[in-house]
Nanobody, 124 residues
Framework: QVQLVESGGGLVQTGDSLRLSCAASGRTSSSRAMGWFRQAPGKERELVAASSWNGSTTYYVDSVKGRFTISRDNTKGTVYLQLNTLKPEDTALYYC?????????????????WGQGTQVTVSS
């Protein structure tokens, strides 16, 4: 079992920044890819960013490229998502997830372990 606990969400204004954290415990593996997903009301859950174990392979959805950065501190078992220049359309429930695979993939079916989600709300 892998447990993922997220933190860092909140209510901010357009242009502000947040850093989301995901602390992993249990049967963790440094070889797993880690991803951040988000889901807004009425929309499908989408992969926002993902990273291989050492960050050599990353993925970002087009809408966040240049604004969001995924990083990992494997010694702490923590994955971060830095969200800069936030926009109202970034408002969503953000989930971290651990993959079965070593490299980023886009399907939720590849991620058996999920956090509880942390809400990011960006006001205009």
């Amino acid at each position: 079992q892998v447990q993922l606990v997220e933190s860092g969400g909140g209510l901010v204004q357009t242009g502000d920044s947040l850093r989301l954290s995901c602390a992993a415990s249990g049967r963790t593996s440094s070889s797993r890819a880690m991803g951040w997903f988000r889901q807004a009301p009425g929309k499908e859950r989408e992969l926002v960013a993902a990273s291989s174990w050492n960050g050599s392979t990353t993925y970002y959805v087009d809408s966040v490229k240049g604004r969001f950065t995924i990083s990992r501190d494997n010694t702490k078992g923590t994955v971060y998502l830095q969200l800069n220049t936030l926009k109202p359309e970034d408002t969503a429930l953000y989930y971290c997830a651990a993959s079965r695979m070593a490299v980023p993939t886009k399907s939720t079916r590849d991620y058996p372990y999920w956090g509880q989600g942390t809400q990011v709300t960006v006001s205009s």
